[in-house]
């Protein structure tokens, strides 16, 4: 099984930051890596898929890159409603399969 | 618009089995494949299995094989979980999630969510 590391698992940063969170995979994924954002007692909400795609209607301050095994989500300024669990989520098709990250728990300095 | 709605909370003893619904509306049910994650108290999120809508293939998570079971009624746009012999440690919320057309598990749609708890 991928096994999927995701660091950090907290993060503390100011309004207006630049914010960088990295996942791992354990085996090459190639660009199946989605990212979600998920609020306190909320069902999560897709921000990223397919490593770098945003998805319609999220704001262009949520980027994400990389393939392969290494990939990062960047919120280019960090606002207060960004305020959330992070996490990444590796899939693949054939059969469907998915492993999550263990999460980052973002608050506000 | 699109919308799937879980049924509601429930209460469980060791060894019991519960299923939970996921009735969606706003699209062509059979077009997207639904797939199922928990999340326990204060935990991350886990993914549980999928399965199509169109045809009823399934995927289990490793873990869960031989104590879940994925059904649709397609008459009613329903998607259904049953977990079985269940465990303290099944306590979590419960989310369904519709499969995209980019992938059939990247979720843009996701139900409110069920709360199962197991308890003696």
């Known amino acids: 099984d991928i096994q999927m590391t995701q660091s950090p698992s907290s993060l503390s940063a100011s309004v207006g930051d630049r914010v960088t969170i990295t996942c791992q995979a354990s085996?090459?994924?190639?660009?199946?890596l989605n990212w979600y954002q998920q609020k306190p007692g909320k069902a999560p909400k897709l921000l990223i898929y397919d490593a770098s795609n945003l998805e319609t209607g999220v704001p262009s301050r949520f980027s994400g890159s990389g393939s392969g095994t290494d990939f990062t989500f960047t919120i280019s300024s960090l606002q207060p409603e960004d305020i959330a669990t992070y996490y990444c989520?590796?899939?693949?098709?054939?059969?469907?399969?998915?492993?999550f990250g263990q999460g980052t728990r973002l608050e506000i300095k | 618009q699109v919308q799937l709605v879980q049924s509601g909370a429930e209460v469980k003893k060791p060894g019991a089995s519960v299923k939970v619904s996921c009735k969606a509306s706003g699209y062509t049910f059979t077009s997207y494949g639904i797939s199922w994650v928990r999340q326990a108290p204060g935990q991350g999120l886990e993914w549980m299995g999928w399965i199509s809508a169109y045809n009823g293939n399934t995927n289990y998570a490793q873990k869960l094989q031989g104590r879940v079971t994925m059904t649709t009624d397609t008459s009613t746009s329903t998607a259904y979980m049953e977990l079985r012999s269940l465990r303290s440690d099944d306590t979590a919320v419960y989310y369904c999630?519709?499969?995209?057309?980019?992938?059939?598990?990247?979720?843009?749609?996701w139900g409110q969510g069920t709360l199962v708890t197991v308890s003696s």
């Open positions: 999630a519709r499969g995209t057309i980019f992938g059939v598990v990247i979720w843009d749609y």
């Open positions: 989520q590796q899939y693949d098709n054939l059969p469907p399969r998915v492993t």
């Open positions: 085996q090459d994924i190639s660009n199946y």
